[in-house]
């Protein structure tokens, strides 16, 4: 399959940091370098973006709330269902 590169450069992710073409933005080995040199070679370029240190725990905290919200959801369900059948 032969994928034709867009006439101007197309960001991929986010748009807070570039990465210049064929260079990763942190430390990486041969296969990462030649994954991007491939990417650049088709006239794509890699954005890398960061969240904030301050994002760290009130993200931690929504997460943790939804999936405990979820647990107690289908617990719930189970429960239910469980006493519907019995």
């Known amino acids: 399959m032969d994928v034709t590169p867009p006439r101007s450069r197309t960001s991929i992710g ?7 073409a064929g ?3 942190e430390r990486g080995g041969t296969r990462e370098k030649a994954c991007f040199a491939g990417i650049a070679a088709h006239g ?3 954005t890398v973006t960061y969240h904030p240190d301050s994002h760290y725990w009130p993200m931690q905290g929504a997460e943790t709330g939804l ?3 979820l647990a107690a959801g289908l617990g719930a ?10």
């Open 14 to 20: 986010g748009s807070v940091r570039r990465a210049p």
């Open 23 to 25: 260079q990763s933005a």
């Open 44 to 46: 794509w370029c890699q």
């Open 67 to 69: 999936y405990l919200t």
């Open 77 to 86: 369900l189970c429960f239910w269902r469980v006493r519907r059948l019995s």
